[in-house]
T-cell receptor, first 114, second 113 residues
């Protein structure tokens, strides 16, 4: 069965600083990987996804993520954080070619200092 | 395109009662999934429906059930509510392929007293 870990429960960065959120997954085959963001009281919004091909994927809001098979990682990055990026971020792995039972990581809460 | 719509946004129920939550997917999406989100357990998969059939199921007791209608709208029912069922229930729709991203609604906040 697939699993996802996000080692950092809470990260605080200053506005304008760079950001990297870590995600490690466990899955027997080539995974489908996703990053979502959740603001308080809201649902989850898709930031980006990886299926195959180029291991560096671009998403919305200036985010990017890099898939590293050798490290079973899919870390999310942003070169310059904005105050509006404060939210909770979830990494998820898809189950494969059939079905939509995604497994989500525990989330990383991002705080942004002015 | 309209997004995923969940109703109601908030519910307060008493232990032992039952509740029905509703979800309208994005037009054209045939898959609807339900997730429970709590501070302690995070996001947990409940079940997925595709073309009116339950295709996947998570590890929840039989008190949690769902269904999908021919227009892809879905309902989730929880019977004999327990205090531990208090959570944010999220519905997500997709095109239903394994690599299809989920599109989430804003959730229904259920409080059981």
């Amino acid at each position: 069965a697939q699993s996802v870990t996000q080692p950092d429960i809470h990260i605080t960065v200053s506005e304008g600083a760079s950001l990297e959120l870590r995600c490690n997954y466990s899955y027997g085959a080539t995974p489908y990987l996703f990053w979502y963001v959740q603001s308080p009281g809201q649902g989850l919004q898709l930031l980006l996804k990886y299926f195959s091909g180029d291991t560096l994927v671009q998403g919305i809001k200036g985010f990017e993520a890099e898939f590293k098979r050798s490290q079973s990682s899919f870390n999310l990055r942003k070169p310059s954080v904005h105050w509006s990026d404060a939210a909770e971020y979830f990494c998820a792995v898809g189950a494969g070619s059939y079905g939509q039972n995604f497994v989500f990581g525990p989330g990383t809460r991002l705080s942004v200092l002015p | 395109k309209a997004g995923v719509t969940q109703t109601p946004r908030y519910l307060i129920k008493t232990r032992g009662q039952q509740v029905t939550l509703s979800c309208s997917p994005i037009s054209g999406h045939r898959s609807v999934s339900w997730y429970q989100q709590t501070p302690g357990q995070g996001l947990q998969f409940l079940f997925e429906y595709f073309s009116e059939t339950q295709r996947n199921k998570g590890n929840f007791p039989g008190r949690f059930s769902g269904r999908q209608f021919s227009n892809s709208r879905s309902e989730m029912n929880v019977s004999t509510l327990e205090l531990g069922d208090s959570a944010l229930y999220l519905c997500a729709s997709s095109q239903g392929l394994g690599n299809s991203p989920l599109h989430f609604g804003n959730g229904t906040r259920l409080t059981v007293t």
